[in-house]
């Protein structure tokens, strides 16, 4: 019997880049004939971080809220899952641990969206890839990947190759099949992120290598859109499905942080 099919990957308004209500998420999931959803949107990080793209601390009960409203509005059509991308960005471990604490969730996303100070899949500073030798970007990046799996607070790894988003591709990939080991061993699943579709690299994250070198190591993807629109839940999962089928691999859903499939 196949697993359920899930966009474990969505978000909404309160994230300050999204449209969309959370009820129109879940009925366009409905529509696309999904069995449920995870909302993750972005947590919220110290007030000095990546401010104008994620919701405030003040807005965390709002969100839990919202999605609670929807589980309940939803029941018995859909399975609605509570759930976060968070971020992993070296200092605000403590911070994020509590956070995670406040609230049972059935799903945390660890994602890498800063080098430093430069937010590297930020349209408005991609001019910097210019001044950035690749080999060192990705050395970087994925030690920052590792450092996401080794600490304990998340569920899965997200769009796992990201900064390929605007073309910049990994000149070699020794630093990802490092931190594919990493992965495997703390027993975390991949994130498929289909966004990527919809960037300038046209390829999902994974790639269909790191897809391949993933499975081979026994490493789970979890479905997810990265929708922030209501029109883009589900998007292009039967090419996604095919790309994790073509070489073995597994698909997963969480639900109380527990790992089903």
């Known amino acids: 019997m196949a697993s359920p099919l899930f966009d474990s990957h969505m978000h909404t308004p309160l994230c300050g880049h999204a449209t969309g209500t959370p009820r ?4 366009a999931a409905l529509d ?15 007030a000095w971080y990546d401010a104008p793209w994620r919701m405030r601390l003040d807005q965390l009960d709002e969100y839990v809220q ?16 509570l759930g976060l991308e968070a971020d992993f ?17 059935d799903y945390v996303i660890g994602s890498v969206h ?41 569920d899965s790894i997200g769009h796992l ?5 605007f073309g910049h591709r990994d000149p070699d990939g020794v630093y990802a099949l490092h931190a594919l080991d990493v992965i495997a061993d703390a027993g975390l699943s991949l994130d498929f992120n289909t966004a990527g579709w919809r960037k300038p690299v046209a390829e999902a994250y994974p790639a269909p ?6 499975a081979e ?34 698909v997963v859903t969480y639900q109380g942080r527990v790992r089903h499939g």
């Open 114 to 154: 800063y080098l430093g100070a430069w937010g590297f899949d930020n349209p408005e500073f991609v001019a910097e890839y210019d001044w950035r030798a690749l080999p060192d970007l990705y050395r970087d990046y994925y030690a920052l990947v590792e450092g996401a799996a080794r600490s304990g607070l998340f």
């Open 209 to 214: 290598d790191l897809t391949r070198l993933a």
């Open 161 to 165: 190759d990201l900064p390929k988003k």
């Open 89 to 105: 960005h070296p200092g605000t471990e403590r911070f994020v641990a509590d956070l995670l604490a406040r609230y049972d969730w």
């Open 66 to 81: 919202e999605v609670r409203a929807v589980q309940e509005a939803f029941r018995g059509r859909l399975d609605v899952r």
């Open 32 to 46: 696309a004939g999904l069995d449920g959803v995870c909302f993750t949107d972005h947590a919220p990080m110290p």
């Open 24 to 27: 129109e998420y879940a009925q």
């Open 217 to 250: 190591r026994g490493i789970p993807f979890v479905l997810g859109s990265d929708a922030h629109a209501p029109a883009e839940v589900g998007f292009r999962f039967g090419e996604a499905l095919k790309q994790i089928q073509d070489v073995n691999g597994r």
